[in-house]
């Protein structure tokens, strides 16, 4: 007999087909007698097999040959099973108001009751994961689990990720999380080449290689208690991921397929004027403008075409048509040309939303398929993915292929394997950061100028290609910003990707108490990228771009790890269990990464470093090495040890001790103790009220360390086969790096506390989990500057200190559930956390993290961490702003506090509510507070672009609040556009804006049908 159960959802499809061997039928009820609608049904013996009950309660299911007891389970019900024996038809009456247990994967991919543990855990459920528009399973995990910030670098399809979970604990290392898929460790890296300022944002996270609809749980260990057992590379948290085809559940022959279509758009931007063009003073010369200050459409129906007044000969020849007599030259005079060209419409045309940014599309597809023995199962899955995204050029495939499979060897020897392929080719136009006026350091990036396009400006219509050389034409007289359409044609990163990632466990239980187990796990995979810059930019970049640019990557990251665990289970008395995990862990991490870099492009289109004159192993933006190979190795010895009394007091006692190769011998050994209590009042105490549920307590004490990267203990030689090129000579140089070793360098040291409460009250209906941590990081690793007479620059040295104090909270509550089968279920996740340098080594009084000196985050002794330091604006003892005799604000000497960039809080709200196989679900955040320095309003303000800058009349002059150097009040008039363009954009604290958000993130309509 078959099932076939028919799923359509708004926006995919699935199709499932159970094979089975007999129908058993029934009704649930509760205490009352009264039908229980939508709880679950699933045979026990085949987990993958289940139904819900309809409105009157009535089930029914087909159950496999190997079937035994079926499982009846419903929020706030207690969980029954019942044996199936030779019945046909199985009446059920549920009992309220008790605890379903809930099993959670921890460290070592171990599953413990959730009770037992003294730290914080949070799982994700999977049908918050598959289906979804992104391809990066970590931005689908944004505003999921309280604590856990995630933010994307970039505004296009797969670039990378940041995710911080419960604050930062080092200055100069990584904050990231480790991931851990099917128990081995999974890199996450993105491998950028350069800085954000350097065009180094358009490179992918690798958690971009796994497929969400191949996961089948996720668990976040945020606390140190919780990450011991993985050492220093635990110390930021470690997100557990399952695979399906590492998942051990044992199903029936089942194929799942879904196919899914979604669409992105830009998410916001300005609201644009639609009353002036461009020029300044509310004047429109005949070349023209970047900024939107000229003269009112009304009183300029009619401008010269931008392409016939462009000061660039090359560019007015090829394109006569837009001289009114093509025959004629342009005219002996400038005067003359100008006579000499068509008019068009001066008038606001169609923004770059709609003439620039288009509709992506995403097409996702999932095919499913896993089976069993009574002695083994096996999983297939394939995923493929196409996204276009709503960015000209950029596009995402993804294909994933995974291949899951459990056997009982004998009665005492178990395998379990996972197997998973991935290949992610991703194209993107260039990134990089941009200021208001082109992009830094002449580094095209397709956002930098765009969302400034003049309203005069037909983005969509005027010509972007010069039809004798194929190089960028745009608007501006000079030619010095690079046409966006051109550069999404002709400029692109890609990055492509080819890995393979496994986890083979044997298990060999040696009795009842003893067992063994043996894990190795590999994650290897193969990237290339490549930088593509055809030349013709124009005067808007740098030289180097101009001249065309080719830069080729080839990069192989390679983890080999291995795991042996001896697990020991015995009853110690009637009421107290002791569990014990003992092991070792060896990993290597190996990277190479080798590559050319060429200028000077000979044929357009073309992208071969032959067809470049210079070729060089150096970037030619940051000129860093291209080729180099790095190696770390870590050995690590640990053990957990859990007392159980009575099932409400568990006490666990855990620690690793580690050996690495990335510091010298003295310093490469450390152990990292951690301890945790978990205590249930409600199970010591025998309370049994529907109110108050189930309550825990508990607490947790953990340590870990932050090891250098390598190569930070010794001076290193630094070589370059180009130094000097002298006509066809070439000479070599080997040098000593700028970066002086230090021998005595140490791994930072970190400590965290954290109390925990975790309750269920009212039928279980309202549920909630409380953490309060403290976390300190000692020895920390910062760079010293030296005395360049020394012959070195910089030195990294243990000096310094950080912590971190924060709160987590998740609450879920069904505030409504009829027995009509109407439900509504919320769920809240709340996290703060401050983050300060309590120290900094001697003779530092900041430490820049990132950006610029005259605009970046900083580490600041009795600051929050990343705090942003800028150009602000001089103010009198009351307070009141300075104003200059130009009528321009009076910018300071140097740089000053702008703000604290880390929220004040960030919170989540999913609803669901659901009625009769219908479901609408919508997830909101909201981020409180955290200041953001934000050129993109500097740009659109400063240049008369905004709504805003057309709610005043631009013909009269205005004066800016604030004081005179003289103390006396401002009275200096200035012009609209000096009133925007002069404040905006010449310090940082006039754009600098209060973070809060709030956010649809997700919003889902399913409907259910089901066939029998």
């Given at each position: 007999?078959?099932?076939?159960l028919?799923?359509?959802?708004?926006?995919?499809?699935?199709?499932?087909?159970?094979?089975?061997?007999?129908?058993?039928?029934?009704?649930?009820?509760?205490?009352?007698?009264?039908?229980?609608?939508?709880?679950?049904?699933?045979?026990?013996?085949?987990?993958?097999?289940?139904?819900?009950?309809?409105?009157?309660?009535m089930?029914?299911?087909?159950?496999?040959?190997?079937?035994?007891?079926?499982?009846?389970?419903?929020?706030g019900?207690?969980?029954?099973?019942?044996?199936?024996?030779?019945?046909?038809?199985?009446?059920?009456?549920?009992?309220?108001?008790?605890?379903?247990?809930?099993?959670?994967?921890?460290?070592?991919?171990?599953?413990?009751?959730?009770?037992?543990?003294?730290?914080?855990?949070?799982?994700?459920?999977?049908?918050?994961?598959?289906?979804?528009?992104?391809?990066?399973?970590?931005?689908?995990?944004?505003?999921?689990?309280?604590?856990?910030?995630?933010?994307?670098?970039?505004?296009?399809?797969?670039?990378?990720?940041?995710?911080?979970?419960r604050?930062?604990?080092?200055?100069?290392?990584?904050?990231q999380?480790?991931?851990?898929?099917?128990?081995?460790p999974?890199?996450?890296?993105?491998?950028?080449?350069?800085?954000?300022?350097?065009?180094g944002?358009?490179?992918?996270?690798?958690?971009?290689?796994?497929?969400?609809?191949?996961?089948?749980?996720?668990?976040?260990?945020?606390?140190?208690?919780?990450?011991?057992?993985?050492?220093?590379?635990?110390?930021n948290g470690?997100?557990?991921?399952?695979?399906?085809?590492?998942?051990?559940?044992?199903?029936?022959?089942?194929?799942?397929?879904?196919?899914?279509?979604?669409?992105?758009?830009?998410?916001?931007?300005?609201?644009?004027?639609?009353?002036?063009?461009?020029?300044?003073?509310?004047?429109?010369?005949?070349?023209?403008?970047?900024?939107?200050?000229?003269?009112?459409?009304?009183?300029?129906?009619?401008?010269?075409?931008?392409?016939?007044?462009?000061?660039?000969?090359?560019?007015?020849?090829?394109?006569?048509?837009?001289?009114?007599?093509?025959?004629?030259?342009?005219?002996?005079?400038?005067?003359?040309?100008l006579?000499?060209?068509?008019?068009?419409?001066?008038?606001?045309?169609?923004?770059?939303?709609?003439?620039?940014?288009?509709?992506?599309?995403?097409?996702?597809?999932?095919?499913?398929?896993?089976?069993?023995?009574?002695?083994?199962?096996?999983?297939?899955?394939?995923?493929?993915?196409?996204?276009?995204?709503?960015?000209?050029?950029?596009?995402?495939?993804?294909?994933?292929?995974?291949?899951?499979?459990?056997?009982?060897?004998?009665?005492?020897?178990?395998?379990?394997?996972?197997?998973?392929?991935?290949?992610?080719d991703?194209?993107?136009?260039?990134?990089?950061?941009?200021?208001?006026?082109?992009?830094?350091?002449?580094?095209?990036?397709?956002?930098?100028?765009?969302?400034?396009?003049?309203?005069?400006?037909?983005?969509?219509?005027?010509?972007?290609?010069?039809?004798v050389?194929?190089s960028?034409?745009?608007?501006?007289?000079?030619n010095?910003?690079?046409?966006?359409?051109?550069?999404?044609?002709?400029?692109?990163?890609?990055?492509?990707?080819?890995?393979?990632?496994?986890?083979?466990?044997?298990?060999?239980?040696?009795?009842?108490?003893?067992?063994?187990?043996?894990?190795?796990?590999?994650?290897?995979?193969?990237?290339?990228?490549?930088?593509?810059?055809?030349?013709?930019?124009?005067?808007?970049?740098?030289?180097?771009?101009?001249?065309?640019?080719?830069?080729?990557?080839?990069?192989?990251?390679?983890?080999?790890?291995?795991?042996?665990?001896?697990?020991?289970?015995?009853?110690?008395?009637?009421?107290?269990?002791?569990?014990?995990?003992?092991?070792?862990?060896?990993r290597?991490?190996?990277?190479?990464?080798?590559?050319?870099?060429?200028?000077?492009?000979?044929?357009?289109?073309?992208?071969?470093?032959?067809?470049?004159?210079?070729?060089?192993?150096?970037?030619?933006?940051?000129?860093?090495?291209?080729?180099?190979?790095?190696e770390?190795?870590?050995?690590?010895?640990?053990?957990?040890?859990?007392?159980?009394?009575?099932?409400?007091?568990?006490?666990?006692?855990?620690?690793?001790?580690?050996?690495?190769?990335?510091?010298?011998?003295?310093?490469?050994?450390?152990?990292?103790?951690?301890?945790?209590?978990?205590?249930?009042?409600?199970?010591?105490?025998?309370?049994?009220?529907?109110?108050?549920?189930?309550?825990?307590?508990?607490?947790?004490?953990?340590?870990?360390?932050?090891?250098?990267?390598?190569?930070?203990t010794?001076?290193?030689?630094?070589?370059?086969?180009?130094?000097?090129?002298?006509?066809?000579?070439?000479?070599?140089?080997?040098?000593?790096?700028d970066?002086?070793?230090?021998?005595?360098?140490?791994?930072?040291?970190?400590?965290?506390?954290?109390?925990?409460?975790?309750?269920?009250?009212?039928?279980?209906?309202?549920?909630?989990?409380?953490?309060?941590?403290?976390?300190?990081?000692?020895?920390?690793?910062?760079?010293?500057?030296?005395?360049?007479?020394?012959?070195?620059?910089?030195?990294?040295?243990?000096l310094?200190?950080?912590?971190?104090?924060?709160?987590?909270?998740?609450?879920?509550?069904?505030?409504v559930?009829?027995?009509?089968?109407?439900?509504?279920?919320?769920?809240?996740?709340?996290?703060?956390?401050?983050?300060?340098?309590?120290?900094?080594?001697?003779?530092?009084?900041?430490?820049?993290?990132?950006?610029?000196?005259?605009?970046?985050?900083?580490?600041?002794?009795?600051?929050?961490?990343?705090?942003?330091?800028?150009?602000?604006?001089?103010?009198?003892?009351?307070?009141?702003?300075?104003?200059?005799?130009?009528?321009?604000?009076?910018?300071?000497?140097?740089?000053?506090?702008?703000?604290?960039?880390?929220?004040?809080?960030?919170?989540?709200?999913?609803?669901?509510?659901?009625?009769?196989?219908v479901?609408?679900?919508?997830?909101?955040?909201?981020?409180?507070?955290?200041?953001?320095?934000?050129?993109?309003?500097?740009?659109?303000?400063?240049?008369?672009?905004?709504?805003?800058?057309?709610?005043?009349?631009?013909?009269?002059?205005?004066?800016?609040?604030?004081?005179?150097?003289?103390?006396?009040?401002?009275?200096?008039?200035?012009?609209?556009?000096?009133?925007?363009?002069?404040?905006?954009?010449?310090?940082?604290?006039?754009?600098?804006?209060?973070?809060?958000?709030?956010?649809?993130?997700?919003?889902?309509?399913?409907?259910?049908?089901?066939?029998?």
């Amino acid at each position: 007999m078959k099932q076939l159960l028919l799923s359509v959802l708004m926006l995919f499809c699935g199709v499932s087909m159970t094979f089975a061997q007999r129908t058993v039928s029934g009704k649930v009820t509760d205490s009352a007698g009264e039908p229980v609608i939508g709880a679950n049904v699933t045979v026990k013996e085949a987990p993958g097999v289940g139904t819900i009950t309809d409105i009157d309660g009535m089930y029914q299911l087909n159950v496999p040959a190997n079937g035994a007891t079926l499982v009846f389970s419903y929020t706030g019900y207690e969980t029954k099973e019942m044996s199936i024996g030779g019945a046909s038809t199985i009446n059920v009456t549920m009992s309220e108001g008790k605890l379903l247990e809930e099993v959670v994967v921890t460290s070592l991919a171990i599953k413990k009751e959730k009770r037992a543990l003294g730290y914080a855990v949070s799982t994700i459920n999977k049908e918050l994961i598959v289906n979804r528009p992104e391809g990066d399973i970590s931005r689908i995990l944004q505003g999921k689990v309280p604590g856990v910030n995630i933010t994307s670098t970039g505004g296009v399809s797969g670039t990378g990720t940041n995710i911080i979970i419960r604050g930062y604990s080092s200055v100069t290392g990584s904050n990231q999380p480790l991931f851990v898929v099917d128990g081995v460790p999974f890199n996450s890296g993105t491998n950028q080449q350069n800085s954000f300022a350097l065009g180094g944002v358009t490179t992918p996270s690798r958690m971009l290689d796994l497929d969400p609809n191949n996961i089948e749980s996720v668990s976040v260990l945020k606390g140190l208690s919780a990450t011991v057992l993985y050492g220093d590379h635990g110390r930021n948290g470690v997100i557990l991921i399952t695979t399906k085809s590492g998942a051990t559940s044992q199903k029936n022959a089942e194929i799942n397929f879904s196919q899914s279509y979604f669409q992105n758009n830009i998410a916001s931007l300005p609201v644009y004027q639609n009353n002036y063009g461009g020029g300044f003073q509310q004047l429109t010369p005949p070349s023209w403008f970047f900024s939107t200050w000229g003269a009112n459409f009304k009183d300029l129906p009619k401008v010269p075409h931008p392409i016939g007044v462009s000061s660039v000969p090359a560019i007015r020849n090829a394109f006569p048509q837009f001289a009114i007599d093509p025959t004629k030259p342009w005219g002996p005079s400038p005067q003359a040309a100008l006579d000499n060209v068509v008019l068009i419409d001066n008038k606001a045309y169609p923004n770059i939303g709609e003439s620039f940014f288009r509709t992506g599309n995403v097409y996702t597809t999932s095919l499913q398929i896993g089976g069993s023995t009574d002695r083994s199962a096996y999983s297939a899955s394939f995923g493929y993915m196409d996204e276009e995204g709503f960015t000209p050029g950029n596009t995402l495939k993804k294909i994933n292929l995974g291949l899951g499979y459990s056997a009982s060897i004998t009665s005492k020897l178990a395998l379990r394997s996972a197997l998973n392929f991935a290949n992610t080719d991703m194209v993107t136009p260039p990134l990089n950061a941009g200021f208001g006026s082109n992009s830094n350091a002449g580094v095209p990036s397709i956002f930098a100028n765009v969302l400034y396009t003049p309203r005069n400006v037909d983005l969509g219509g005027l010509p972007f290609e010069n039809p004798v050389d194929r190089s960028s034409v745009y608007y501006r007289g000079g030619n010095d910003i690079v046409n966006p359409r051109w550069m999404a044609k002709y400029m692109s990163n890609t990055s492509k990707v080819d890995r393979f990632f496994t986890s083979n466990t044997l298990t060999y239980t040696i009795n009842d108490n003893f067992s063994v187990l043996y894990r190795v796990g590999l994650d290897t995979y193969t990237e290339e990228q490549e930088v593509k810059l055809n030349k013709g930019a124009g005067a808007g970049t740098s030289q180097v771009t101009q001249s065309g640019v080719y830069r080729s990557t080839s990069i192989q990251n390679t983890i080999w790890n291995h795991d042996v665990n001896i697990n020991y289970r015995k009853d110690l008395a009637e009421k107290l269990i002791f569990s014990a995990v003992v092991g070792g862990n060896y990993r290597k991490d190996n990277y190479k990464q080798f590559g050319l870099a060429s200028t000077e492009q000979l044929a357009f289109g073309l992208f071969n470093h032959a067809n470049f004159v210079s070729t060089s192993a150096r970037d030619p933006f940051s000129n860093s090495r291209i080729n180099f190979i790095t190696e770390e190795a870590r050995a690590g010895l640990y053990g957990s040890f859990t007392f159980d009394y009575a099932d409400y007091l568990f006490v666990n006692l855990l620690a690793r001790n580690d050996w690495t190769s990335t510091v010298e011998k003295d310093n490469a050994r450390i152990l990292y103790p951690g301890a945790s209590v978990s205590f249930i009042p409600t199970t010591a105490f025998g309370i049994d009220s529907k109110t108050l549920n189930y309550l825990k307590v508990r607490f947790g004490y953990g340590t870990s360390a932050g090891f250098p990267s390598p190569y930070n203990t010794r001076n290193i030689l630094s070589q370059n086969s180009r130094e000097w090129i002298s006509g066809t000579t070439t000479s070599a140089s080997q040098t000593i790096a700028d970066r002086l070793g230090n021998p005595n360098l140490k791994p930072e040291l970190q400590k965290e506390l954290e109390l925990g409460l975790e309750g269920n009250m009212f039928s279980n209906k309202f549920k909630f989990d409380l953490s309060l941590y403290q976390r300190t990081t000692s020895d920390l690793i910062t760079n010293a500057p030296l005395d360049p007479s020394t012959g070195y620059t910089i030195t990294a040295i243990n000096l310094g200190g950080m912590r971190t104090r924060g709160i987590d909270l998740n609450m879920t509550v069904t505030p409504v559930a009829t027995r009509s089968g109407f439900q509504w279920d919320a769920t809240v996740n709340f996290g703060l956390y401050r983050s300060i340098i309590t120290e900094l080594a001697a003779g530092l009084d900041n430490v820049l993290i990132g950006g610029f000196t005259d605009l970046g985050n900083y580490a600041i002794v009795d600051k929050p961490y990343g705090i942003i330091r800028g150009i602000g604006i001089e103010k009198d003892d009351k307070g009141n702003k300075i104003v200059q005799s130009t009528g321009r604000y009076l910018p300071t000497a140097g740089n000053v506090d702008l703000g604290d960039p880390n929220p004040a809080f960030t919170s989540s709200l999913l609803n669901v509510i659901s009625y009769k196989g219908v479901s609408l679900g919508a997830m909101i955040e909201y981020r409180h507070k955290g200041v953001i320095v934000s050129n993109t309003v500097k740009g659109v303000l400063a240049r008369g672009l905004s709504r805003d800058t057309d709610q005043l009349d631009r013909e009269l002059s205005l004066i800016l609040p604030g004081v005179k150097q003289d103390g006396t009040p401002n009275d200096i008039q200035v012009t609209a556009a000096n009133y925007f363009f002069d404040n905006y954009f010449f310090t940082d604290e006039a754009i600098t804006f209060d973070g809060s958000t709030l956010r649809l993130r997700r919003s889902t309509c399913h409907t259910h049908f089901r066939h029998h």
